[in-house]
C-alpha cells in the first residue's frame, strides 16, 4: 500500500468518531527528556512499537508509542499518547531505558515478546515489571486474541487494518498512520485493568505473572543467513539435476541483491516464485519477464545477473543435501518418546477443560525436557526449564502420575 493510499484512510470509528485529541509526536532529546519525570512517576505505562520489516532487510524501530493515565478513569477519555519518533536527526532514545527498567513502573504490552526483542536489539534496554494483553486473554481462553479483535469487542473500536502494512521507515508520517499507531496503545491500560480482575476472579493471575516474567528476560538471537535455506522451500525437493542447482543459484541471488537494497527477500522473489523459476527455467530476460509473480521494474534492472546466474547452475552439478546436526533436532530415545507422548495428550486434555490452546498449559519444549528428564519427584520436577512455582501447583502432581505409568529414563 502507498503511502498516498495510507493517508486517504479514514475508518469510520477511527479518531473523529473517538474524539480524541492529536497524540504528541516526541522528535527530540528534550521533548523526551520533559516527558520522562511524568512517564516515571506513573503507576503504569503502554507500550508499542513499529518497525519496517516489510520494507527493509535490515528492519528497525520507527516508532514507540507510549500511553500514560491522567487520572482515575475509563473507556481512553483520561488517556494521554505520545508518539516517539526514533528516525528524528535529534532524537537520542537512551533516557528511555530508565523507564522500561524500571521496577515500580508497570510496562503493559500486547505480545510483548516481539517488542521487546527488537528494542533489546537496537537500543539494549532491558526490562523488568511487564504486563502483556495477548497472554493475559490466551490464558483466559478469550477466542480472539488479536488487538484489532480485543479493541471492536471491548471497546468497540474498529482499526484500520490497512495501517499494518504501511511503512514505518517513511517520512513524514501521515495522519492516518499517526491516529492507528496511537490506538495500539490508548486502551491497554484500561484492557489490562479488566484482564487482571478477570484472572483474578478465575484464579489464573499468578499463572500469568509467571509468564509476564517471563517476557523480560528473552533475547534477541541473530540468525545468519543459511544458504542451505533454498532446501526448506515447499517444492524444492521435487526438482532434481539442473534445476536444483538453478533453485540454490536464484536463492543466493535473491539474498545478495536483497541485502544490496535493504528490501526483504520476499520483497525481491517470493518463495513460490523461487521455485517456479528453478522449474522453467528461463533462458532469456524476455522469458523472465513473461512470467507471474515477479517485479517487472527490478527484473528490468537485475533480471539479466539472474537468468546468467540461473542458466550457469544449471549446467554444472546438482547441489548435495546439507549434512548438518541440529542437537535439539536429535530423535529421542524411545523411553523419551513414549512420555513425550503420554504428556502431549494429558495436556490436550487439560487444555480443552480448561478452555485454552495446548501451549498456555505447556510448550512442546517444556515437555520435551521433562519427558528427557523423567523427574520423578516435585523437586525434580521444579528444576525443569520453563516449569515454574505457578504451573508446579497447577500441573505437578498430574504429570508425576502421567510419568510414573510410563518407562522409566534410560
Not at 70 to 88: H, R, T, W
Not at 124 to 136: P, S
Not at 247 to 253: F, V
Amino acid at each position: 500500500m502507498s503511502s498516498r493510499d495510507a493517508g486517504q484512510a479514514q475508518p469510520a470509528a477511527q479518531l473523529p468518531q473517538l474524539n480524541l485529541p492529536p497524540p504528541i509526536v516526541i522528535r527530540t532529546t528534550a521533548q523526551l527528556n520533559t516527558l520522562l519525570p511524568r512517564l516515571m512517576a506513573a503507576p503504569a505505562v503502554a507500550v508499542d512499537t513499529e518497525a519496517n520489516s516489510l520494507y527493509a532487510y535490515y528492519h528497525k524501530v520507527c516508532l514507540i508509542q507510549l500511553s500514560v493515565r491522567q487520572a482515575e478513569g475509563e473507556n481512553g477519555q483520561d488517556v494521554s499518547d505520545y508518539i516517539i519518533d526514533p528516525l528524528a536527526i535529534e532524537m537520542d532514545l537512551r533516557p528511555l531505558g530508565a523507564l522500561f527498567a524500571a521496577p515500580q513502573v508497570l510496562k503493559v504490552f500486547h505480545a510483548a515478546e516481539n517488542d521487546v526483542l527488537i528494542l533489546k536489539r537496537d537500543y539494549d534496554f532491558t526490562f523488568a515489571n511487564v504486563f502483556d494483553t495477548l497472554w493475559a486473554a490466551r490464558i483466559l481462553g478469550w477466542h480472539e486474541v488479536g488487538l484489532g479483535a480485543i479493541l471492536e469487542k471491548q471497546f468497540d473500536v474498529v482499526m484500520d487494518k490497512r495501517m499494518q502494512r504501511a511503512n514505518w521507515g517513511k517520512r513524514p508520517l501521515t495522519r492516518a498512520q499517526l491516529s492507528y499507531a496511537r490506538l495500539d496503545t490508548h486502551f491497554l491500560l484500561d484492557l489490562r485493568a479488566r484482564l487482571e480482575q478477570e484472572l483474578t476472579q478465575r484464579g489464573r493471575l499468578a499463572e500469568a505473572h509467571e509468564v509476564f516474567a517471563s517476557m523480560t528476560s528473552v533475547e534477541y538471537m541473530h540468525r545468519p543467513f543459511d544458504p542451505d535455506g533454498f532446501w526448506r522451500l515447499r517444492g524444492a525437493r521435487e526438482l532434481d539435476g539442473g534445476h536444483l542447482a538453478a533453485l540454490q543459484a536464484a536463492y543466493l541471488w535473491r539474498e545478495e541483491k536483497a541485502r544490496t537494497l535493504d528490501q526483504p527477500p520476499f520483497k525481491v522473489l517470493a518463495d513460490q516464485t523461487l521455485i517456479t523459476l528453478a522449474e522453467r527455467l528461463p533462458a532469456t530476460l524476455q522469458e523472465l519477464m513473461a512470467m507471474s509473480g515477479i517485479n517487472p521494474g527490478l527484473m528490468r534492472r537485475f533480471g539479466g545477473e539472474l537468468v546468467q546466474a540461473m542458466q550457469k547452475a544449471a549446467a554444472g552439478p546438482a547441489p548435495a543435501p546439507p549434512k548438518r546436526v541440529h542437537h535439539h533436532l536429535v530423535r529421542p530415545d524411545e523411553g523419551t518418546a513414549v512420555r513425550y507422548e503420554a504428556l502431549r495428550a494429558w495436556r490436550t486434555a487439560r487444555a480443552v477443560e480448561r478452555g485454552v490452546d495446548p501451549d498456555v498449559v505447556l510448550t512442546n519444549d517444556t515437555l520435551m525436557t521433562i519427558a528427557r528428564q523423567a523427574p520423578a519427584t516435585l523437586t525434580d520436577l521444579a528444576a525443569c526449564d520453563g516449569f515454574g512455582p505457578a504451573k508446579q501447583t497447577l500441573y505437578g502432581h498430574e504429570i508425576l502420575t502421567v510419568l510414573t505409568m510410563q518407562p522409566k529414563a534410560a
